[in-house]
């Protein structure tokens, strides 16, 4: 049993298989006992429509209780680094707030997305790693540099669908956005569709976009491990060719981490990567999704996102289902010991 939930990497593609399932009965059956008398305090260090409700909302069916913290909002805002004299804003550090979090409840989830100005440190994971380091619960992670709960409700929407995805073609594809957004999910987008053993091609507008070694080397192996292909692509035509699922996603270019305008230069012509019917007819009649905020006509077109191939409501919803399925493991929870 794993004690934390802070990427998909350290659990096999037979563990989340497992989560799945019980994510489709739970889907079916969505009220038990299994977190009753349990509290999970979820931080939020970044905005959260979607995260925050699926997981109240779930805690709260399985019959447990959420405290939303807001560090720098309503909760003291939190030092992290190590040996510093605290005479910025930060009212506490980050030993404190484990240590006394873990004597009040039962697991820790955290929201917090990287900084934006070097991504050298950023790719540490150093807020999550800390909260891991000195909490002695469960921690979970509601998006860091990656984001494994979206990973479980696109992979859960994904096999919903299409039913055995091995060598299916799994497109993801960078897309237009008027500011740098976060890697997270096209991190995350690789590196479970690629576990699964589906054909997975990276679309970009050219190498500046390509993400971060460490995701690119994880989904080449986990391909190879699965007898798939990878492929990263700056061609559209060839990439949408005969794909079975399409995700869409916007993100910055690590070469100008933390310089907006300069990343500008380069973003400003590639809005014609917007997904649109054109591009959608050149699939294998394949599902469009996407992780949800999403801004029409400039990610996606109204005739894309209205279609009836789009299936980004049903993945915002499959959250609620596989975060459950999630903390029921965390907690040694199986389906059959419900109530």
């Known amino acids: 049993m794993h004690k934390n939930f802070i990427n998909t990497e350290n659990w096999s593609k037979a563990e989340i298989n497992q989560l799945l399932i019980h994510a489709n009965q739970l889907k079916n059956n969505p009220v038990n006992s299994s977190l009753l008398n349990k509290s999970i305090a979820l931080l939020f260090l970044n905005p959260s429509m979607r995260t ?16 939303i913290l807001q560090p720098g909002k309503d909760a003291w805002g939190i030092e992290f680094e190590d040996g510093v004299v605290m005479d910025g804003d930060s009212e506490e550090h980050i ?5 006394v979090l873990s004597t009040y409840v039962d ?3 955290i929201r917090a997305f990287p900084k934006f100005v070097d991504w050298e440190i950023d790719k540490q994971d150093l807020v999550i790693r800390a909260f891991a380091k000195y909490a002695s619960v469960p921690i979970i992670n509601m998006e860091t540099i990656v984001h494994p709960c979206q990973e479980l409700a696109l992979m859960m929407t994904i096999k919903n669908h299409l039913g055995t995805v091995k060598n ?5 594809t960078w897309t237009y956005h008027p500011r740098p957004l976060n890697t997270a999910v096209a991190n995350s987008g690789l590196s479970i569709t690629s576990k699964f053993g589906m054909d997975v091609t990276l679309l970009c507008p050219n190498e500046d976009y390509v993400l971060d070694s460490k995701y690119i080397e994880l ?7 699965q007898g ?3 492929s990263i692509s700056h061609d559209i035509n060839s990439a949408y060719k005969d794909a079975d699922f399409v995700y869409a996603k916007s993100w910055g270019a690590l070469p100008f981490y933390g310089d907006v305008e300069a990343e500008w230069n380069q973003r400003r012509k590639y809005h014609h990567f917007m997904v649109d019917q054109h591009k959608m007819s050149l699939t294998n009649n394949a599902k469009f999704s996407h992780c949800l905020p999403l801004r029409r006509n400039i990610k996606a077109t109204d005739a894309v996102m209205d279609a009836d191939y789009c299936v980004a409501i049903e993945e915002a919803e499959n959250r609620l289902h596989t975060q459950k399925a999630m903390l029921m493991s965390l907690f040694g929870q199986s389906i059959g010991e419900q109530s």
């Open 52 to 67: 925050r409700t699926s997981f109240e909302v779930g805690i709260q069916q399985m019959g447990g209780m959420a405290v």
């Open 95 to 99: 030993k404190e707030v484990a240590a």
């Open 107 to 109: 697991a820790i989830a």
């Open 168 to 172: 299916k073609k799994f497109l993801m």
């Open 219 to 225: 989904a080449q192996k986990n391909c190879e491990e």
């Open 228 to 230: 798939a292909s990878f």
